[in-house]
C-alpha cells in the first residue's frame, strides 16, 4: 500500500456537526480504506472503497472516490462525542503482503 | 466471531531483555501483520505472516522477529530491548491480500 496523505491535520467540531477528511495518494489503487483510533476501541478499520467505485455510505459514513484526481473524503454527518479519534487513510494498490501504510492521520474533536 | 486478540497487554521489561508478544488472528484468517506505533513514528509496518511464511517485512532491525504457527496464530519476538523499543505493538489480520486489515487491542510495551 501507499500511505494517504490526510488533510486537515486536526478538526474540531460541535456534537451535530458534520465532519469532513480529505485524503489524497500518489499512485493507481485497487481500493481505498479509512481506519479510525481511539483509546477506547483501539484502530478499527470502518469502510473499504475500491477503485471502480465512486461512493460510498456505512450508516452516518460517506466516502468518496474521485481516481483521475487520486483524492478521497470521509464524511461523518451528525458527530458525535464518541467519534473523536484519528482518521486514517490508506490507499492499497498492487500485491502489498499484508503492509498497510499509515500516514499522520486527521485528528477529530467532537465537543459535546 | 472473535476478535483479534493479543497478549499480554501490557508489559514493562528492562534494557537489554527481550520480549515475546501473541497474537491469534480472526478464525479463518491466514494473514497477520505486526505494527509498531509511537508518537513519534506513528504507526509503521514490522512484518507479515501468511501460512506460516513470512512474506513481508518493514525497515526494522533484526532484533525484531516473528514466526506464524500452522492454526494462524502469530508471535513477535524483540531481543535485547532498547528504550526505544517503547511503544505500542498492534497486530492485524485480513481474510485476503488487499483486503481490509482487523487490528487487536494491541500490547503496550514500556522498556525502562
Known amino acids: 500500500s501507499q500511505q494517504g496523505e490526510e488533510d486537515p491535520q486536526a478538526l474540531s467540531i460541535q456534537e451535530g456537526e458534520n465532519a469532513t477528511m480529505n485524503c489524497s495518494y500518489k499512485?493507481?489503487?485497487?481500493?481505498l480504506q479509512w481506519y479510525r483510533q481511539n483509546s477506547g476501541r483501539g484502530l478499527v478499520h470502518l469502510i473499504l472503497?475500491?477503485?471502480?467505485?465512486r461512493e460510498k455510505h456505512s450508516g452516518r459514513l460517506r466516502v468518496t472516490l474521485d481516481t483521475s484526481k487520486k483524492s478521497s473524503s470521509l464524511l461523518i454527518t451528525a458527530s458525535r462525542a464518541a467519534d473523536t479519534a484519528s482518521y486514517f487513510c490508506?490507499?492499497?494498490?498492487?500485491?502489498?503482503?499484508?503492509?498497510?501504510?499509515f500516514g499522520q492521520g486527521t485528528i477529530l474533536t467532537v465537543h459535546p | 466471531k472473535a476478535g483479534v486478540t493479543q497478549t499480554p497487554r501490557y508489559l514493562i521489561k528492562t534494557r537489554g531483555q527481550q520480549v515475546t508478544l501473541s497474537c491469534s488472528p480472526i478464525?479463518?484468517?491466514?494473514?497477520v501483520s505486526w505494527y509498531q506505533q509511537t508518537p513519534g513514528q506513528g504507526l509503521q509496518f514490522l512484518f507479515e505472516y501468511f501460512s506460516e511464511t513470512q512474506r513481508n517485512k518493514g525497515n526494522f532491525p533484526g532484533r525484531f522477529s516473528g514466526r506464524q504457527f500452522s492454526n494462524s496464530r502469530s508471535e513477535m519476538n524483540v531481543s535485547t530491548l532498547e528504550l526505544g523499543d517503547s511503544a505500542l505493538y498492534l497486530c492485524?489480520?485480513?481474510?485476503?491480500?488487499?483486503?481490509?486489515?482487523?487490528f487487536g487491542p494491541g500490547t503496550r510495551l514500556t522498556v525502562l
Open positions: 478464525s479463518g484468517h491466514r494473514s
Open positions: 492485524a489480520s485480513s481474510s485476503q491480500e488487499g483486503n481490509e486489515q482487523f
Open positions: 490508506v490507499a492499497a494498490g498492487g500485491t502489498s503482503y499484508g503492509k498497510l501504510t
Open positions: 499512485t493507481s489503487i485497487n481500493n
Open positions: 472503497i475500491r477503485s471502480n467505485e
